[in-house]
């Protein structure tokens, strides 16, 4: 079967880090994406991890180890326009067309 | 530079109505085109997903359907609406022949927000 795992909420402070697991279980593996989505809009392309190892764009990284089936999505210097849904989602390599997505972790940053 | 648009944003639908929801794509040739379902506070659906013109493949079986009549051309339809098919849809692309830098990342339309009464 296939599943995605990662936490339901979290929250964090401005300006601080925060990081968010995600666990996979495919029946193959083809990269692994992390979308961003604000309340009532549309997912937002964040990351691709193919190979193992850490992604660093900007104030976001993405880390990947296939052996264990686990990325993390770790955010630097919180900001409040970071309150958001964050998706993790992985091509399962019996499609070339199909990711499947996880149900998202909604990140509530504070003052 | 790619595109992809969705409309209506918006959409209140009674019971039993049929629905068609549009999607197009420009910028790019020959994409991947998916239906996605979001029901809210929920995880993304596939619905539907198109490798080509007239090639529809579909995941979960319901009242709706899709079709691609051209290249860059998606429809979501269904012939009677009923209350569980509110949501939030939304059409992504991915591939074709833009050239960007991951051909399997998915990028999403603005999305229509369905409400069945």
């Known amino acids: 079967g296939q599943n995605i795992d990662q936490p339901t909420e979290m929250t964090a402070t401005e300006g601080a880090i925060v990081q968010i697991n995600c666990t996979y279980q495919?029946?193959?593996?083809?990269?692994l994406f992390w979308y961003q989505q604000h309340a009532g809009e549309a997912p937002t392309f964040l990351s691709y991890?193919?190979?193992?190892g850490l992604e660093e764009k900007g104030r976001f990284s993405s880390f990947l180890s296939r052996s264990k089936g686990y990325s993390y999505l770790l955010l630097k210097e919180l900001q409040m326009k970071d309150s958001a849904s964050y998706l993790c989602?992985?091509?399962?390599?019996?499609?070339?067309?199909?990711?499947?997505f996880g149900s998202g972790t909604r990140l509530s940053i504070r003052p | 530079s790619q595109t992809i648009h969705q409309w209506p944003a918006t959409l209140v639908q009674p019971v039993g109505s049929p629905l068609s929801l549009e999607c197009t794509v420009e910028?790019?040739?020959?994409?991947?085109l998916y239906w996605y379902r979001q029901a809210a506070g929920r995880g993304l659906q596939l619905l539907f997903y198109?490798?080509?013109?007239?090639?529809i493949s579909s995941e979960v079986p319901q009242n709706l359907s899709a079709s691609r009549p051209q290249d860059r051309q998606f429809i979501l339809s269904s012939k009677k609406l009923l209350l569980s098919d509110s949501g939030f849809y939304l059409c992504?692309?991915?591939?074709?022949?833009?050239?960007?830098?991951?051909?399997?990342?998915?990028?999403f339309g603005p999305g229509t927000r369905l409400t069945v009464l």
């Open positions: 910028g790019t040739s020959n994409p991947n």
């Open positions: 198109s490798v080509g013109i007239g090639q």
């Open positions: 495919t029946s193959g593996f083809n990269g």
């Open positions: 991890n193919v190979l193992d």
């Open positions: 989602a992985v091509r399962d390599d019996s499609s070339a067309s199909k990711i499947i």
């Open positions: 992504a692309w991915s591939g074709g022949l833009a050239g960007l830098g991951s051909t399997d990342t998915q990028y």
